[in-house]
Structures are given as structure tokens and as C-alpha cells.
T-cell receptor
Framework: GNSVTQMEGPVTLSEEAFLTINCTYT??????LFWYVQYPGEGLQLLLK?????DKGSNKGFEATYRKETTSFHLEKGSVQVSDSAVYFC??????????????FGTGTRLQVTL | NAGVTQTPKFRVLKTGQSMTLLCAQD?????MYWYRQDPGMGLRLIHY???????AKGEVPDGYNVSRLKKQNFLLGLESAAPSQTSVYFC?????????????FGEGSRLTVL
């Protein structure tokens, strides 16, 4: 079946440090890949996505590249801010267009950014 | 804008009690979902719905029932709560085009079963 593996947290960084959160996946065929973010006390919200190999998703300074050869979708940001403190979830979907988006989520990685 | 609203936000139950979680969305989405979030396990899909009057089982449906009598509402019921159902429950919805993976989540409902 489908599965997503994320690096365990928490990850603690100083402001302006470089961030990498690793994500690898197992799936048949060609899934779409996503990063969701959950800020304290809120629900998850989509951060970025990539739907085919070599695509790069980006948003709010975060980037992730769909690497089919390594089955990875690592999240990166060049300079984190305190406001980036949250839990980050990697997810995949093999749902076809026009069907329900049944996502498979990783376990989440908590990021804490300090001044 | 309300988006996806869940009620109640917190609830404590005793083993064997029943309860219903209500999810309401005002975005006219066709698809709605219930997930549970547990430490070290990420989010797991309980049930979902592809339209008014329809429901389907997800990854962990046992012990839960759902109903979608109105397009904007998706109810999650526990008929006889068990401690294993202690969790944070998230409702989500998505556009009818589906498949895109963009789900809109509510703020969550924290349920404790004693």
C-alpha cells in the first residue's frame, strides 16, 4: 500500500537558519505529493504540491522537488522565521481527477524556530 | 469567511457513551472527509463522502458511523465510545474536481474517552 515516511522531530532552529525536512514515499504508479502545515490550534492547510516527477512546488519561501528516482519530496526553506513554527505533514494522493482526494499522511514533523 | 466549522471543539465521554461530531462547510464543496490524528501516526481517513446522501469507508472506519443528509454537513457518530477513540478529529472538504489533493480543514475536535 501507500505510505509516507518523514523525519522525526522536533526540529529546533534559530531564526534565519536553513531548513530541510525529509520525506520519502512508497506508492505504485505516479502519486501527487503535498506538504501541509498545521499552526498551533488550527487545522491543516496546504503549503505546496507537485503532481509529476521533477516538478517543484513552492510557497511562502518553502520549496520541495518531486524526485521519482529517490521517491522523495524534501521540504526546504532558506531562512526560517519564528512564525514558521508549526507541524509539517508530507502527504501523497493517488486519486484521479474527479474523485475524492484520499490522502496518505506522514506522521508530521514539529518545527520550533527560536530568536 | 467560515470555511469548515467543527462542533464541539472539546468533549469528554465515558466508555460506552455516544456522541456526534458536526462538520459544516460553506464553500459548496462536493467532497467531505473525517480524519483522526494520533501522536506518531499522522492523520488517518475514517470515512468520506462524494456528495449529498453518499458515504464511504476510509482506512479506519470501525466504531464510527457517518451521514451526509445535506451537502454542507457531514456528521461523525460514535455509538459506543471506547478509550481507543481518544483522538483529535478533523473534518475536511474539497472541490468537486477532486484528485487535486487540496483539502480544506476545520480546526479539529479533541475527544477524550475515559
Amino acid at each position: 500500500g501507500n505510505s509516507v515516511t518523514q523525519m522525526e522531530g522536533p526540529v529546533t532552529l534559530s531564526e534565519e537558519a536553513f531548513l530541510t525536512i525529509n520525506c520519502t514515499y512508497t506508492a505504485t504508479g505516479y502519486p501527487s505529493l503535498f506538504w501541509y502545515v498545521q499552526y498551533p490550534g488550527e487545522g491543516l492547510q496546504l503549503l505546496l504540491k507537485a503532481t509529476k516527477a521533477d516538478d517543484k512546488g513552492s510557497n511562502k519561501g518553502f520549496e520541495a522537488t518531486y524526485r521519482k528516482e529517490t521517491t522523495s519530496f524534501h521540504l526546504e526553506k532558506g531562512s526560517v522565521q519564528v512564525s514558521d513554527s508549526a507541524v509539517y505533514f508530507c502527504a501523497l494522493s493517488r486519486s484521479a481527477t474527479g474523485t475524492a482526494s484520499k490522502l496518505t499522511f506522514g506522521t508530521g514533523t514539529r518545527l520550533q524556530v527560536t530568536l | 469567511n467560515a470555511g469548515v466549522t467543527q462542533t464541539p471543539k472539546f468533549r469528554v465521554l465515558k466508555t460506552g457513551q455516544s456522541m456526534t461530531l458536526l462538520c459544516a462547510q460553506d464553500m459548496n464543496h462536493e467532497y467531505m472527509y473525517w480524519y483522526r490524528q494520533d501522536p506518531g501516526m499522522g492523520l488517518r481517513l475514517i470515512h468520506y463522502s462524494v456528495g449529498e446522501g453518499t458515504t464511504a469507508k476510509g482506512e479506519v472506519p470501525d466504531g464510527y458511523n457517518v451521514s451526509r443528509l445535506k451537502k454542507q454537513n457531514f456528521l461523525l457518530g460514535l455509538e459506543s465510545a471506547a478509550p481507543s477513540q481518544t483522538s483529535v478529529y478533523f473534518c475536511a472538504s474539497s472541490y468537486s474536481s477532486g484528485g487535486s489533493g487540496e483539502l480544506f480543514f476545520g480546526e479539529g475536535s479533541r475527544l477524550t474517552v475515559l
